[in-house]
């Protein structure tokens, strides 16, 4: 199989370089697909055991309000393989969703050991909300800026296939990831920040 890109969990190199490869192979995953004619979807693109928590994350911030996608790897080990960098995700369910909203958050997962959100994509006005609105709540906040590993800000990340173009993705840390109150604090803020 073709190595194509690095993760930011693991930092193992992708195995496959689309869903149609990947589904030709792996069979222990699951897709949570949720439609709610909403023009904001919150995708959780490696949920499950890829990188762990965010989907329940994604979950929390849609609430019974936004569209919601996550890939959630079920494998006993060896979840990596079924990393697809966000900038290949073609999932046709996901990209259906992502293209009928205008604004997409996707919800990833860092490893760094400090409580930290990183918050980069192209909708500069939104991630600057975001950032500020998780700080009031106390949790450390990064707006990502050109260096940063997290910027999101290739076009075809899947969090800018919106109708847009530009969006927010979120990179939270494992401290964060593995507090069920952070993910609550975490939902509660940008769900205030998405508010009109």
């Given at each position: 199989?073709?190595?194509?890109?690095?993760?930011?969990?693991?930092?193992?190199?992708?195995?496959?370089?689309?869903?149609?490869?990947?589904?030709?192979?792996?069979?222990?995953?699951?897709?949570?697909?949720?439609?709610?004619?909403?023009?904001?979807?919150?995708?959780?693109?490696?949920?499950?055991?890829?990188?762990?928590?965010?989907?329940?994350?994604?979950?929390?911030?849609?609430?019974?309000?936004?569209?919601?996608?996550?890939?959630?790897?079920?494998?006993?080990?060896?979840?990596?393989?079924?990393?697809?960098?966000?900038?290949?995700?073609?999932?046709?369910?996901?990209?259906?969703?992502?293209?009928?909203?205008?604004?997409?958050?996707?919800?990833?997962?860092?490893?760094?050991?400090?409580?930290?959100?990183?918050?980069?994509?192209?909708?500069?006005?939104?991630?600057?909300?975001?950032?500020?609105?998780?700080?009031?709540?106390?949790?450390?906040?990064?707006?990502?800026?050109?260096?940063?590993?997290?910027?999101?800000?290739?076009?075809?990340?899947?969090c800018n296939r919106g109708r847009s173009g530009k969006g927010v993705q979120l990179e939270i840390s494992r401290p964060l990831?593995?507090?069920?109150?952070?993910?609550c604090n975490i939902a509660e803020a940008i769900r205030d920040a998405l508010k009109p």
């Amino acid at each position: 199989m073709r190595l194509i890109a690095l993760t930011s969990e693991s930092g193992y190199m992708d195995t496959y370089s689309s869903f149609r490869q990947l589904k030709a192979v792996e069979t222990q995953y699951a897709v949570e697909h949720k439609d709610r004619g909403s023009d904001i979807t919150i995708i959780a693109p490696h949920g499950g055991n890829i990188e762990p928590h965010t989907s329940e994350i994604a979950a929390l911030i849609a609430g019974d309000t936004y569209n919601l996608f996550c890939f959630n790897g079920l494998k006993q080990q060896d979840n990596h393989l079924l990393h697809i960098t966000s900038h290949h995700y073609d999932d046709e369910q996901a990209l259906a969703l992502v293209r009928s909203s205008n604004t997409v958050i996707s919800v990833h997962g860092c490893t760094l050991k400090k409580a930290v959100v990183f918050v980069g994509g192209r909708d500069d006005e939104l991630r600057d909300t975001i950032a500020l609105a998780l700080n009031n709540a106390g949790i450390v906040a990064i707006a990502c800026a050109r260096q940063s590993p997290y910027w999101g800000r290739h076009p075809a990340n899947i969090c800018n296939r919106g109708r847009s173009g530009k969006g927010v993705q979120l990179e939270i840390s494992r401290p964060l990831r593995d507090s069920p109150r952070a993910w609550c604090n975490i939902a509660e803020a940008i769900r205030d920040a998405l508010k009109p």
